[in-house]
């Protein structure tokens, strides 16, 4: 079993983080903590796998070069589709059929996940024709484009917009029953990518900015909630809006333009353009209890107060550290459910470099990362007003891990729930009996 301390405290501390093992093990933890947090700080957090093609337009083409187009341990759809190891894959389940929450049933994630009325997801990425994508359809029953719902994907130039990808997925899920979460309206970091490349610029020679990005948050979120309304469940509306590490508001354009008002500004434009869909504000954490979740907390509390439609917070649940997950977790998750928010972990991923070999005790480094997963499922599943998880990507091949510094520094990461000859890992079994688990009690 995967050990994780358990200590209180309410700040990022060295002995939450570090697993004191051996002073090499103290020494190069030290090492990763920097190197994480040096990225972090310098680069606002993380970037997508496929960033690097950020400095230009989101394009059919780019995006399939990715490594997954020359993978040759990609079958083809019908292997995938005819994985022998979920023989008796339950396609009559109805939603009535709770057949899957029962001990030994031979259930894949996703008709476990829809008997438990939960989500559980695969980021894909911006290729339709990925073959991986078989796999998301038949083991999963949500999906979440990783960048082609992004604003700068949507739209490289503000106001001009390629929706092809993003329709084609979006059909994709249709086609296969699956949940959407679109991924993410607003986004401070990444030109080009998580927003338009000439957004700044044009801040910049607007005689007004306040207003300037008022219109262009109003305008984008309209535009694109429009068009998808009735067909996305759920919008991550805001992503990231608070700095890395303290309780400062990240610093990007919006910020910087109109304050935490562009906050507000893009839930309310939401709401007005879907009012059905549930909207979250997304965003990520080292350690589950410091001042940045109290951050968190404190303005959420604040939106609620002003009427800000906001239904849902997302926690992305990257793992980077080994902290003493499940106690802060489940608090914060808590505290969360208290303000009458739903809950999702939108973008699951446990890194190579948690599990240290020393952590291990005997077992393999998939067996301790499906106990990884597992805690997450569990703190996730505890609390009633979370709705589902979805994991950052489908198979190891290809994660975004394995591309930004430091994280590549570990690659292959490994940290997904398919191996790279696409057969479910530990950590896979691990979350569809969790979730039987928690919702047969
Ligand atoms: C953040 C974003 C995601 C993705 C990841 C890593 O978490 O929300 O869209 O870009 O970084 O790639």
């Given at each position: 079993m995967?050990?994780?301390?358990?200590t209180g405290g309410s700040q990022i501390e060295m002995q939450d983080i570090l697993p004191m093992v051996d002073m090499r093990q103290v020494?190069?933890?030290?090492?990763?903590?920097?190197?994480?947090?040096?990225?972090?700080?310098l680069s606002g957090c993380h970037q997508d796998d496929d960033s690097s093609e950020n400095s230009e337009p989101a394009d059919d083409d780019d995006v399939a070069d990715d490594d997954t187009s020359d993978d040759d341990t990609v079958a083809d759809d019908d292997t995938i589709a005819d994985d022998d190891t979920f023989p008796d894959d339950d396609d009559d389940d109805t939603a009535d059929d709770d057949s899957c929450l029962?001990?030994?049933?031979?259930?894949?994630?996703?008709?476990?996940?829809a008997d438990a009325g939960i989500f559980v997801g695969a980021a894909v990425p911006?290729?339709?024709?990925?073959?991986r994508l078989s796999l998301v359809s038949a083991h999963f029953n949500s999906l979440t484009a990783e960048n082609a719902m992004k604003w700068g994907e949507l739209s490289y130039h503000l106001g001009d917009y390629d929706y092809t990808t993003a329709d084609?997925?979006?059909?994709?899920?249709?086609?296969n029953g699956l949940r959407v979460r679109g991924h993410a309206l607003?986004?401070?970091k990444y030109p080009g990518h998580g927003y338009p490349a000439d957004l700044e610029t044009l801040i910049g020679q607007s005689p007004d900015p306040y207003a300037f990005v008022q219109t262009a948050i109003a305008d984008h979120v309209a535009t694109v909630v429009g068009?998808?309304?009735?067909?996305?469940?759920?919008?991550?509306?805001v992503n990231e809006p608070l700095s890395s590490v303290g309780t400062q508001f990240d610093p990007n354009p919006f910020y910087l333009a109109m304050g935490a008002d562009y906050i507000a500004a893009a839930f309310m434009a939401a709401r007005e353009a879907d009012p059905d869909a549930r909207l979250f504000l997304n965003e990520y954490f080292l350690v589950y209890d410091t001042p940045k979740t109290d951050a968190l907390l404190d303005l959420l509390e604040d939106l609620l107060a002003q009427g800000v439609p906001i239904d849902g917070v997302g926690i992305q649940g990257h793992l980077f550290v080994s902290e003493p997950l499940p106690e802060?977790?489940?608090?914060?998750?808590?505290?969360?459910?208290?303000?009458g928010l739903d809950i999702e972990l939108t973008e699951l991923d446990v890194a190579k470099n948690v599990l240290w070999d020393d952590m291990l005790n005997g077992q393999t480094l998939f067996e301790a990362q499906a106990d990884a997963y597992d805690l997450l499922a569990a703190a996730c599943f505890d609390v009633a007003s979370c709705t589902g998880l979805t994991v950052w990507g489908i198979d190891d091949s290809r994660t975004w891990l394995d591309e930004l510094f430091p994280f590549n520094l570990f690659a292959p990461n490994n940290p997904l729930l398919f191996d790279r000859d696409l057969a479910p890992k530990p950590a896979y079994f691990a979350i569809r009996e969790r979730i039987a688990e928690a919702f047969s009690r």
């Open positions: 995967l050990e994780l301390k358990t020494l190069f933890s030290i090492f990763i903590l920097m190197l994480v947090i040096a990225a972090l700080l029962q001990p030994g049933a031979d259930c894949t994630l996703g008709e476990t996940a911006s290729d339709p024709e990925d073959p084609a997925l979006l059909a994709f899920a249709e086609d607003v986004w401070g068009r998808y309304a009735g067909r996305i469940e759920s919008w991550d509306v802060r977790l489940h608090r914060f998750l808590t505290a969360i459910e208290a303000l």
